[in-house]
């Protein structure tokens, strides 16, 4: 989910990019949740580009709906790729990583849950051995304050762009995605090691009649991600990053590949 927090259902009435809760979505099988996270009014909160469209869930409340969700569900691993957007007239200064993580350890049993990467070059487990260790929070960020893994990062804290490859991700338009040299191009992370590929598929500013016409249908899903790969050296995608994901089939062709495997 892109902006996975910035729901309607979780009060966001400007430029949402979901209609229904991020519960919701957990319980339909979104594992991946991308999160904005910043400072307003010197509080740590989730939020969509500015503080005037703030998430009106608190952060800590959000945190304890996913980790009751974990519990319910043994079997399960979330990701979390969260971006630290820059200081602007419209937010306050971008949180340091060390307040990020005491919220993070405000929230029993969160910092518990979170699975620790010894740095790049090293292999990630397989998801039965973060079920095992019960290790099942991988935590990402981006941009925001630089850290260096196994240095200065807090625990469980991992720079998204050191791991991660993503295509572009400014579409203004549903036909942008018809020039595939654009739209798979990998425009952030190219110098990480790729263990994570992202695909943007969404339009910007958000458009919940966007994906009805198009970029949900499974036929369009396949054809997309197929082309990424191809276009990236047989790079498999294995993040795909949506708005409004209850319209269309996307987790039907995220469980064809998952499937594949």
């Not at 939020?47 to 005037?52: D, E, P, Q, R, T």
């Not at 019960?134 to 804290?157: L, S």
């Not at 040299?181 to 263990?195: L, P, V």
């Amino acid at each position: 989910m892109h902006n996975a927090n910035n729901a309607n259902l979780d009060g966001a009435i400007i430029l949402p990019n979901h209609k229904l809760d991020l519960k919701t979505a957990l319980k339909k099988g979104f594992r991946g949740l991308n999160m904005d996270v910043g400072t307003c009014f010197d509080k740590v909160t989730l939020l969509h580009a500015s503080c005037l469209l703030k998430t009106k869930i608190p952060i800590k409340i959000v945190m304890k709906e996913i980790l009751s969700f974990l519990d319910d569900n043994p079997n399960e691993v979330i990701i979390l790729p969260t971006e630290i957007p820059e200081d602007s007239f419209l937010l306050g200064p971008p949180p340091t990583l060390a307040q990020v993580d005491e919220v993070f350890q405000s929230v029993d049993g969160w910092k518990e849950k979170m699975y620790d990467h010894p740095g790049p070059g090293n292999a990630w487990p397989t998801l039965q051995e973060l079920i095992d260790t019960d290790k099942r929070i991988i935590y990402f960020f981006y941009r925001g304050e630089r850290c260096t893994k196994g240095v200065d990062c807090p625990v469980g804290f991992h720079p998204w762009f050191d791991y991660a490859a993503e295509t572009q991700f400014s579409f203004p338009f549903i036909w942008s995605f018809d020039d595939k040299a654009y739209a798979c191009e990998i425009t952030r992370g190219g110098s990480g090691t790729r263990d994570f590929f992202g695909v943007n598929v969404f339009t910007t500013p958000a458009r919940f009649f966007s994906p009805i016409l198009r970029v949900h249908k499974a036929d369009f899903l396949r054809t997309h991600l197929q082309a990424c790969k191809d276009l990236n050296g047989g790079l498999q995608p294995n993040v795909v990053l949506v708005d409004f994901w209850k319209v269309g089939d996307v987790m039907k062709v995220v469980d064809e590949l998952n499937a594949a495997l």
